[in-house]
């Protein structure tokens, strides 16, 4: 397959496109026959014509030995001659007409396939023809795209070197049904591995050919899927943070009455009794109340996930108040190194929810560092900024990374966490237009980066 004209050096302006286009003069081509065939004609016409002019020679200068039997042997002589000439002039006639019309033949052959691999070169989804070793024969451009590799990095190598280890049977058994005949209308999904290691979602249809002849080979037509399962991902995502925020609210709103009663109550008995047991038990009702009243407070933040009041201010100060309001969590032999550096940074931003988002960060840092260094780095990076968070303590393990966001999971035991600060701390940043990421290692610690943009997106701006 070719790839496309840039790569190739071709010129695809439309002056170039223009003379590609135009019919090309026919040169007129003589193969080796044919030339024989003249040459041969011309002998036999110039043995003809001596013949003609002797035998008319011998007819002006000898007119009475010139009888009617020279005649007949004369014509006798020269009529297989003529015969001849004639003949191979109407069979040099036949050959070229053939050959002319094996070279407009063979002219259509070449532009039909020409039209067949620019159809295929230009195909919008990734093309890979395999033989039956799963080796790549061919690729398309939308092929290397999908790939992030040349066609030299591809062509020649096993198509399942670029499907991930735990899919390599799935990947295998789907080759082997389809050279059997089986699957043959089922969309395949798949996933590979681009050259950068970031998996690739797909879908795949396949067609096995059997040219006359030849061994079979399997054709692969690939379409990138990436960023679709993408969509619909944040799409359930979005629609499930719904549905959570109006659960809450409705349970943080029923819960909030009775739990007023109890704190009101427990505060109206405490100032009739006098009892140093029931006094006791009555600062345990009320702690409890207390820690209920929290969780309903996290609950009531699921009510508007989205809504934010962003205004002008210094992402380094909220930095800073997240760091004096967390301090009290970080243990004695805990470093924590201030990276924000002194000049200002601007940004329109909600600094009420922003805050709680570093706070919540800082104390899951210093939760999981016992002794070491917690650091919080901060970076302009034009329009966008970013604050990483992050820690020298025990680390993440990868099964716990894939579920950090979720709401109300915690590895923290009973009691200790809600399970909520991560989630609402996702949230309140992806209502700003940013994102938070994390990169962890068991044994070697955490580090929470939050991506913001120092514009907020106005459509997520409360009244």
């Not at 800082?362 to 901060?378: D, F, W």
Request: glycine fraction near 8%.
């Amino acid at each position: 397959m070719t790839t496309t004209s840039a790569k190739n050096g071709k010129d695809d302006s439309p002056t170039a496109q223009a003379d590609v286009n135009r019919p090309q003069e026919r040169r007129p081509k003589f193969s080796g026959a044919a030339i024989v065939i003249w040459v041969v004609i011309a002998g036999l016409a110039i043995l003809f014509s001596v013949f003609a002019v002797a035998i008319g020679f011998s007819a002006i200068t000898q007119p009475r030995t010139f009888s009617l039997m020279s005649i007949l042997l004369s014509i006798a002589f020269e009529a297989p001659l003529a015969a001849g000439v004639v003949a191979l002039i109407w069979y040099s006639r036949i050959l070229g007409r053939a050959t002319v019309a094996r070279e407009v033949a063979t002219e259509a052959l070449v532009q039909s396939e020409a039209k067949y691999r620019e159809l295929i070169a230009s195909a919008p989804d990734g093309i890979f023809v395999l033989d039956e070793q799963a080796k790549v024969l061919d690729v398309n451009g939308a092929g290397e795209k999908l790939f992030g590799r040349s066609r030299g990095d591809i062509v020649g190598r096993s198509f399942m070197e670029f499907v991930p280890e735990e899919r390599l049977s799935s990947a295998r058994a789907y080759l082997a049904d389809r050279l059997e005949g089986l699957r043959a209308m089922e969309l395949y999904e798949a996933t590979f591995t681009a050259a950068d290691g970031k998996p690739v979602h797909v879908q795949l249809r396949s067609q096995v050919v059997r040219p006359a002849g030849e061994g079979l080979y399997v054709v692969y037509i690939v379409r990138d899927v990436t960023a679709q399962r993408e969509a619909l991902r944040n799409l359930v995502e979005t629609e499930r943070w719904a549905s959570m925020g109006r659960l809450a609210s409705f349970v943080a709103h029923e819960i909030n009455t009775p739990l007023t009663n109890i704190s009101l109550l427990t505060a109206s008995i405490s100032r009739r009794v006098t009892d140093p047991e029931v006094q006791e038990r009555l600062k345990k009702i009320t702690a409890q109340g207390r820690i209920a009243a929290s969780i309903t407070g996290e609950l009531l933040k699921f009510s508007r996930p989205g809504a934010i009041n962003p205004v002008d201010t210094n992402l380094v100060e909220v930095i800073h108040a997240a760091m004096e309001q967390t301090d009290g969590f970080r243990k004695p032999g805990v470093e924590l190194r201030d990276e924000t550096g002194g000049r200002p940074v601007l940004c329109t931003i909600d600094p009420m929810r922003i805050q709680e988002v570093f706070v919540n960060l800082l104390k899951n840092a210093y939760e999981a560092t016992p002794t070491g260094r917690v650091k919080v780095r901060l970076e302009d990076l034009g329009s966008l900024v970013a604050v990483s968070i992050s820690d020298t303590g025990s680390g993440i393990p990868p099964e716990v990374q894939a579920r950090l966001f979720e709401a109300f999971f915690t590895t923290k035991k009973k009691g200790e966490g809600t399970g909520l600060g991560l989630a609402i701390s996702r949230n309140f940043v992806a209502s700003h237009g940013g994102d938070i990421t994390v990169t962890s290692e068991p044994g070697r610690g955490s580090t929470f980066t939050v991506v913001l943009p120092k514009q907020a997106p106005e459509s997520n701006s409360s009244a």
